[in-house]
C-alpha cells in the first residue's frame, strides 16, 4: 500500500479554557505552563518529531498572545546575546517558527471540535492530515504521533489514539466500537462520542491524536451537529469506519496527562517535574518530606 506523507497538522486551540478561569481571562490555555513550558510547545514537539513541516492553528479571539509566542523575540534575543546567554538564546530557538510553516484561522464561533477542524480545510487540500488536541500530553519514550505515523504506513485510512479507560468515564470520550482487535491496532467499526457507560460500544476510548484523510474533511461539510449540539469530529471518522480504507485505533504506548482539567495539569506538573534531571533530586526530596509530614500529622 502507498501511503502519502503526513506534513500538515491541525492544533485546534479556540477553546474558552473556562476551566481554568481566572487564569485563562487574560492567558490562552495552551500559554499555561507546564514546568516551564507552554502546553501548546508539548505538542509542536511531538508534531515535529513525527514529521510535521505546517502547523495550522484554529484559533480565535484573545489567542494573540499564542502567536507573539511562535514569533521571533529581537530585543529579548539581543539582550540574551549581549549577556552572552547561549543556553537560553537555544531553548529560545527551539519555539520560533520560520516564516510560512505556520499558519492561523479563526473560528468565529464555538460550534464544537469537527467545525475546528472543518474551518481548516482550505489550508488541508487533498492530503492526509494530523489533528493534535494540546490538552492531551502525553509522556512517551517515542512521541504518540510517531507511534502513529509508523503504523499509518502500515494500515492507511484514518487512525485515532486510543487508552482504556474507566467504564465510568467513557461519557467524557470518544469510544471506540471494535471490529477486529489485532492487539497494538484495532479495526473500528463504529465509534460514539461521549456515550453513557450503559450505551458505549467498549472502554477503548479516543484521545487526542489523529490522522485522517481527507474524506473527514468532506464529511465535515455536510454532518450534522451530534453530541452536546456541537458538530463533533467523532461523527466524520465515524463515517469512514464502513469505507474500504477504514479506521483504525492504535494502542499508544506512554502516558497520558488530561491538562484540560485541573487534576490532570496538576499530575502532569508532577511528573514531568519528576522526569526533568535539573529538578527531579530536589523536588523528590520535597514530597517525600511533604507527605512524611502529612502522614506523622494524622
Ligand atoms: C475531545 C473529543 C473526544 C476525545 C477527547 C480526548 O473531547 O471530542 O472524542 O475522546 O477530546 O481528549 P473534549 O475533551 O474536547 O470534550
Avoid at 511562535?70 to 516564516?99: C, G, I, Q, W, Y
Wanted: hydrophobic residues 40%; negative net charge; aromatic residues 8%.
Amino acid at each position: 500500500m502507498t501511503t502519502t506523507r503526513i506534513t500538515k497538522a491541525i492544533f485546534p486551540v479556540a477553546g474558552l479554557g473556562t476551566r481554568f478561569l481566572p487564569a485563562t481571562k487574560s492567558i490562552p490555555k495552551e500559554i499555561m505552563t507546564l514546568v516551564d513550558r507552554p502546553l501548546i510547545q508539548y505538542a509542536i514537539d511531538e508534531a515535529r518529531a513525527a514529521g510535521i513541516t505546517e502547523f495550522i492553528f484554529v484559533t480565535s479571539r484573545g489567542k494573540s498572545a499564542l502567536e507573539d509566542y511562535f514569533d521571533d523575540a529581537p530585543e529579548l534575543e539581543a539582550e540574551l546575546r549581549r549577556k552572552n546567554k547561549a543556553d537560553l538564546l537555544e531553548v529560545l530557538r527551539h519555539t520560533n517558527m520560520d516564516s510560512g510553516a505556520i499558519a492561523y484561522v479563526r473560528q468565529n464561533r464555538p460550534m464544537g471540535l469537527g467545525h475546528a477542524v472543518w474551518c481548516a480545510r482550505r489550508l488541508i487540500g487533498d492530503e492526509p492530515f494530523a489533528v493534535l488536541l494540546p490538552d492531551d500530553v502525553i509522556a512517551a519514550d517515542r512521541p504518540c504521533l510517531q507511534q502513529m505515523v509508523e503504523m499509518h504506513a502500515e494500515t492507511g485510512g484514518c487512525m485515532v489514539a486510543a487508552m482504556e479507560v474507566a467504564p465510568h468515564r467513557t461519557s467524557s470520550y470518544g469510544v471506540l466500537d471494535i471490529g477486529e482487535d489485532r492487539g497494538t491496532v484495532v479495526r473500528v467499526k463504529g465509534m460514539v462520542e461521549k456515550p453513557k457507560p450503559e450505551d458505549a460500544p467498549s472502554t477503548l476510548a479516543v484521545i487526542g491524536r489523529y490522522i485522517l484523510t481527507p474524506r473527514v474533511m468532506s464529511n465535515l461539510d455536510r454532518i450534522k451537529t451530534g453530541a452536546g449540539g456541537e458538530i463533533q469530529l467523532t461523527d466524520a471518522i465515524a463515517e469512514e469506519t464502513g469505507s474500504a480504507e477504514g479506521v483504525f485505533g492504535l494502542r499508544f504506548q506512554g502516558q497520558r496527562y488530561d491538562c484540560g482539567t485541573k487534576v490532570g495539569f496538576l499530575q502532569a506538573t508532577v511528573a514531568f517535574g519528576l522526569a526533568r534531571p535539573d529538578l527531579k533530586d530536589e523536588f523528590a526530596d520535597f514530597l517525600h518530606g511533604y507527605f512524611a509530614q502529612a502522614k506523622a500529622a494524622q
